[in-house]
């Protein structure tokens, strides 16, 4: 299985600044993963972010991850999420898991 992870700043690419309070960008995040109907887990993170004109910013960002998606539905979502957050770029990181479900119940 691949884990994909999409990491995803909140600073507006323009202002270098978090235009919304971040339960409003989750709550897009959660629509998104909807509309593409994957499962999906996310944290919310602090970091630190280059501009690619050199410029440092301190920021929230989201880690939105994807077990066993496929890449394309996967970039589309990093597609839609760099350009619903007006970012600069979002990271797309991918990793070989090994994964299993647990299913049990009470007798």
Not at 58 to 70: F, G, N, Y
């Amino acid at each position: 299985m691949i884990e994909s992870k999409i990491y995803i700043g909140l600073n507006d690419v323009t202002t270098n600044t978090q235009l919304f309070e971040s339960e409003k960008y989750i709550r897009v995040l959660r629509s998104v993963c909807y509309s593409y109907n994957v499962p999906f887990s996310f944290n919310v993170q602090e970091g630190g972010y280059i501009y690619e004109n050199g410029d440092y910013a301190r920021e929230t960002s989201l880690v939105l991850t994807l077990i066993d998606a496929e890449k394309t539905v996967v970039d589309d979502i990093a597609r839609d999420l760099c350009a619903f957050f007006h970012q600069e770029s979002v990271l797309v990181t991918e990793s070989q898991i090994q994964a299993h479900f647990i299913h049990e119940t009470l007798e």
